[in-house]
């Protein structure tokens, strides 16, 4: 009797470090911070945060490991948490830290300055955070996290404005890296994306409050009018008057995430004026032109992948089928039965539809593919099925180079494109045919209809392209080679 | 601040009541039961139970609140829980006992009998409990619980047969209404279906030893190789020496639950050799041949109207696209922000991906409609956010009657198709068009190319043609009416 | 690191097995037995039941593993147990189900029965419950605990008789044993003790309604008044009507237990008219008579020994000293530092007062030995301390027999009296002199001038005499041997 | 139905703040922390934590609410804190946060300096710590507690000193008030007390490590021997090779805190080479020379008051009876039963041992008045249990003012003594007679026979004397007014 302590799956997905959300000038405004978070759980479900401010009461705050639904869902847990401004955060482990995260390590981070407190949520990541963090040990400051994030309230304890606001402008300004912050004083919401605009931020309306968000999906479901993204280097400052916007970091072209449109963002989420779900629909659109194949059904990897075989399926005139059935009560852990029983834990999760597969020529759309464990499960129980053929259809190109923006990635040498060729890993797997979209493919399906532009692409893709808009120097100066210029 | 005691999602679905699951001959028997269980969770999440023997220990038991991923996946329980043969159970709370129930209505039921223990799990319902209790209870029975099923181990306890197998068949032929029953003493399993075969039972084999679940996918989690049904009106007792069938009741002509087909089962179970996923599909297909429409999109209220839309879309060719999505992370009970938002509920559970619908003329396939408040609410989600029209397509016929074989339903005032004409339906609910699949056409997807046999009916369809096999005897005496005759 | 599971003290002393408490005609009757039961914790620990009646509700029930005071001090836990009725239990394990005991063993049972509801309550041991259980099982009941008192409520539920109380009086009768009872119904509140009133149990006014106890400092804790014991043989039937004695077993001299008297009983509580405190004060005073020696301090091994030692240092005139200090905060369970540290166990519950013993002779008073092992571990912390001599007084005879009524007792070869002389047990415990009080000398100190008397001895001393004033048939059964006859 | 959320004989106590233990050089640290805080639990029974470190696992620390024995105890717990070094402390909660404590704010506090991590541990209070938390506030600190201990961490990161002990004396010399302070880094454990030495530290030698203690009775619980207090302004630095003593304030007149002696202490500590109780006792003969009474039974208000009344009546030659019992499984909470009962709290704590008051001339002795609330209780359950007579006999002098050196005391104008008069107190109280001990009666039983020192008293007695040996600043700068020179 063995306990599994993780899932493989869990193991085998590049999984988003954060998401954030902040509310001003509404009622009970954790309420509206804990439905948001609800809302922006796929972005992190290992702990989250919440702090509110209120006259009587000051600020109050809870950190807590779980599911936002398991914790902040309580009445008695909601009424320590008063006032008509708050902000929250849910985070993931990152890959060093799993299992030993400390709640001391949630956020929102709090510090008490000589101008009133202050609370920040961070998504992304400081990539000269270990740096700065020496320095002000150096200098007596201390850390009680082991978190990146941590450096930029103790940036704002030293800096020597006279504002929150712009205390926090000093503080970013000596961050490298891809950030969006949301901070909260006694009456202010402050909203800050880094210039590059790596990681989302939106902004909206709900009656005469405001709220910022990393997708839109956490404002439908407070009722929130979705007004615009915050953009680029922007920084907005919200309170009862309204929302003032200024420009603090110098202006750049912009590199959204590219990965948040195949696979981070819920399908719901609006970005760029477009819905996630038909960028993935027409992902599969494109890769059906791409690498078209003859078979009789069309089947996704549930559930990230659903989007794009609906579009593969409608563009190549093959059936769309649900071949695999997921398990809606899955949970972390389970033990392991016994030696008779191999791959449990893909059964645990995932089943397949024996009646329908049998004999069949089957397309499986999957997301992505790390470290190829998870594909090649997939493909044992398909065939275990009874399937005729398997062809593996993939809606991002190989995933090759660690990020260093906000994502949890395995080092390279465990990332199985960043090993072998298109044809090796199709061997590897076990499978008639695998294909991966083009890089431009892609772009063309994010709405860039020339494809990805050489010499200043659209978007961040370090993960596929080993180009990194910003030199990663904490990993430089731990021993990370760059892609060599070519 | 009001706490949601109840999702309004969850009490307008009709709500299968237990799921049963046994294993015998297979080392550490407990954790494939609860695997098995894990499997049929859908059939009954409020709680579980296990039941082992083993020769060091005897019997043991465990029965817990909640889901079993979150009881029985403890190294330290299932420790507790040794042997080679057990037996389990998952059940949702009836009407009545909802919120109310004890542990100790939480099957497995255990007795000790002078030839020794035996345990029983129970799926359906025994319509004359109430007048068998009554009769126990003024001879010397004392009853631990509020379950029907604690009279069938009574009568067993009250048996003069000399076996549990004999004592058992005893005990049912006492029984009216619907019964799968799983038994087990400290080296036999033994599984029954009353002679109508109202609920499912299915023999698996695993290495060498056997296992009953409730459906093929409690097999195929634990790698079981799926064997056969148990027949209506049937008994097998199973040790390690194989298994024997028999015959204790006589025999009549089968009717199995229309609704396991339409809603209840997990969609990659078999039942009558076909996949269910693949009946809910041809629903779809009937349904677009006997309710067409014009439209832009056919989308599915996730996730159970997924495969009859996918169906109808293939048959009308309007595209299918996931118009709502779900958020996987839903639990039961929220906080309410404050007056300003209505319909909270559902934006919890589902949000209406916007960018997609706006403008489009929609058809929505669901399963089916109960009391109507659900399909209310996705109706307004769907206007909202600037569906030029909406066409509800449900795939089961109006649902008219309770049922009293096990399955959770409002009392007849408080279903929607008991009150009212479906064009008054259609009008209440607000949409464009509404239309139910007729009886005949379900029966045809059901793989009765015929239809609906009207002198002896294939199935038991008492939920929508009001047609009960067995008198609810109980009922009756309470003052149910049954339908009048034509 | 090595957790103890049990603390040497606990496994070192005789341990009543129950307190039982009942309230009627009372508001929130939950409270007053709550609070009664939390008066008679020392008579159980391991676990507590209380059961209600209310108009509205009905019977409601709650059992819980722990100490009253963590349990049944939750507002919210007390509010699911209205009504002006109730009774409850408190439970110690007995020897052969330590640790193993499940909650269904937990008293107050309940049954259903054709006139209505009843649950009872019991402090005691039938002797020849294993011979009823197994006919019972014979004819049809089923059991739900390992508990010998749920024959009590199935000999009721077999019963012909018309009223609740009838039937108590049948079941009673068809049980040999030491025995009190206290039973609900719907309205009445019931008493009875067995004819020799081996355990105690007190009749008290509160208000306009009445109570019964174990003790009558569980009277006291609600400000009840003490009316009367009930007496041995008697049965009181209680509502808001008032009090109606009956008669319901035939005549005998009675038997109270003695070792109610030494330890079990709290020292604030009245036995026949007496302080408890003052019996054991008396029991020092026979003791320095019987044992006098030169000595300069006189210290109580705390807490039961306290009243012995004042007794025998007033009579002595040896100044009385705190010479060993027990931490108040002690719990059952630690873990081990190390190989380094001896003799933990005691450690964390006592600590020698150093600067006071330090080269003084010192007489230690304990109430009792049972296995010996603690009075060697005081014995080693008080000479490690530096003491120049140690002499050791018990305040209860040898104890050589088990008891079948009710305490818990290791088996007789595990008494250390069973196995060794007085002088023997002083050689191995390894002190200057070791002397128990006489038989007669504690009689006297209980009140009976005389002495004991040889005939028809006042008290049951089984445990000293292994004189059984009831035969134990099941052990008897088992081949447990009785004294041989002289 | 009213829950009582604290116990009023809780709140009518001096309560002592913290209690602190560490151990270098011994197997597995953190057990023996965790005993020594067990033996300290009497000084803080609110949290607990703990910190060790291991080559493996550098720092690792635990804190958590409760009892140490509750939390402190468990196997799994325990392995997460491995190493040969650790720290610990209790800690009672002040009057200002009680109940609203955070983690946070539970000690031992860590920072991770530039030469490395350590972590401390403070028994005391810093009286200008409000003062110094402003300006490093100012300067760029973040504070994550409200507590005044963790200004020495701050301090100590903003040294310019390159050892960590430098560093502490650093920060100590710019502290005001009483402090005795447990530090640790990688490999050494560092102890300080402030130059009065107001409150208690000791030193131990457990094998070939040494441990420091509040009180020597966390010595015995390890089986260390006592080396010796260490001195009022002295720091000692230990690791493998030894102690290294220094004395890093200016030499003064010690003045330890008579309270200890009083109430706080554990009787089985020892403090200046005697034991607690025994000064405790001597006291008691002190009280009976200054205010002899004409009456039956002497009887201490448990437990505190026991030594002290063994020696009144030693020296008055009236019989020491335990006239009220306490009942050892009181909890900190309980249900309110209903209006028709009064007292319940005093009833829930302790019972008068009735048969054996009744119609006495009693002694009372308890070690202090605070506000008088217990006195009133103790005497209306003393009358209603029939005593003829009540005196009440108390262990210190008249508490007139609030403690700042690590005591929670209440405001001035809740102090009985500080608004009435002795006799007022009387009749207040309503009994015969009351009498304190007189300050120099105090400190002749402290072994000062000369009795108190006008010019330089050799305790501190600032809550009887108002006389400050540290000017509070932080409460003068709140308005606190000082007893006026006379």
Known sequence: MQPWLSHPFDDDKLTEECGVFGAVN??????FVALGLHALQHRGQEAGGIITHSADRGFQSAHRFGLVRDNFTSAKLMETLPGS???GHVRYSTAGSKGNTAIRDVQPFFGEFSMGGAAIAHNGNITNAEAIRKELIERGSIFQSSSDSECIIHLMARSIQRTHAERLKDALRRCEGAFSV?????TKL????DKLGVRPLVLGKIGDGFALASETCALDI?????????????????????????????RTSPRFCIFEQ?????????IGGRSVYETRRQIGVELAREAPVDADLVCPVPDPGTPAAIGYSQESGIPFAMGIIRNQYMGRTFIEPSEQIRNMGVRLKLNVNRALIKGKRVVLVDDSVVRGTTSLKIKEMILEAGAAEVHFRIASPPTMWPCFYGVDTPE???LL???MSEEEMRAFIGVESLKFISLDGLYRAAGEAEGRSKSTPQFCDACFSGEYPVEPSDMIARGFELKAAE
Chains 1, 2, 3, 4 share one sequence.
């Open 222 to 250: 407070i009722g929130a009018e979705f007004l615009r993204e915050i953009e680029p280097g922007e920084m907005v400052v919200i309170d009862h008057k309204g929302v003032v916007s200024s420009r603090p970091f110098e």
């Open 26 to 31: 509404v009622q009970d405004a954790a309420n």
């Open 85 to 87: 401004i708050g902000i």
């Open 262 to 270: 195949v696979y981070f963002s819920r399908p719901d989420s609006i």
């Open 182 to 186: 949301i901070a909260m004083t006694r």
């Open 417 to 419: 494109a960043a090993r």
């Open 190 to 193: 402050i909203g800050v994306r």
């Open 412 to 414: 390279r040498s465990k």
